[in-house]
């Protein structure tokens, strides 16, 4: 009988995240990337270890090492992580999409660098939509039920005069179908990079929310916390 008290454990349970930013190749020596460090994903990582979970990283451009004690793989564009997130979702408990996605990647990639042909004139560069990976792997746990019960995404949000954060986080959990919602507000300052993080955890069973502020690995224990009680709820 679990003591009612303890905390929820990961113990045996297989958690799948991505973590960093993805670089989308321009020429063979460019990308647009973004400003995520992989900072707050492998602290997801390490509290997920840490719970007692067999943690699979996937990690894409990270500026920070990776945790000891996962196991790792690597991706670099939004492409190949969807590649690798298929090639392992199946089987594990949870999927974390921490990763910061590229939304649209170039058009085409030159096969040799982009050279500048005279003085004055400067290439257009067509982007295109990448595939949004998280939504992917709900709608496709209708016909495959080896894909993780529980799909947990991140949203950084900004607030304007439209709505706040959470509105934004409530109608961003309800588009995407996953069960939780991590959402952070960023902004110039916040979040990118720092080693500090305010989140709010939202739920799509209607549980009410949970905020933690902290450093990236005290606000991970939170999200891995929730985590946890939401596995052991889907198979209570
Ligand atoms: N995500 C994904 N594939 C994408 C884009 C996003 O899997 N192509 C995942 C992210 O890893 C994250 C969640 O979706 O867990 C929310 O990402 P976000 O960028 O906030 O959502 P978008 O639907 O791309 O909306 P926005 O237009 O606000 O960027
Ligand atoms: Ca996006």
Known sequence: IQDLLSE????????????????????????????????????????????????????????????????????????????????????????????????????????????????????????????????????????????PPVVVGFAAETGDEQGTVLDYGKAKLARKGCELLVVNEVGANLTFGTDSNTIQVLFADGKPAVSAAGSKIEVARVVIEQLAAEINGHTA
């Open 8 to 147: 929820p454990t990961l113990a045996g349970r297989r958690v799948l995240i991505t973590a960093g930013g993805t670089r989308e190749p321009l020429d063979p020596v460019r990308f647009l990337g973004n400003r995520s460090s992989g900072r707050q994903g492998v602290a997801l990582a390490q509290a997920a270890r840490d719970a007692g979970a067999q943690v699979t990283l996937i990690a894409t451009h990270l500026e920070v090492p990776a945790p000891h004690g996962v196991a790792l793989v690597h991706a670099s564009s939004a492409l190949e992580l969807r590649e690798a997130v298929f090639a392992h979702a199946e089987g594990q408990d949870a999927l974390i999409m921490n990763a910061a996605v590229a939304d649209f990647r170039p058009a085409s990639i030159e096969g040799s660098k982009i050279k500048k042909r005279d003085e004055h004139s400067a290439p257009v560069i067509e982007l295109v939509r990448n595939p949004d990976i998280l939504a992917e792997v709900v709608s496709a746990r209708g016909a495959n039920d080896r894909l």
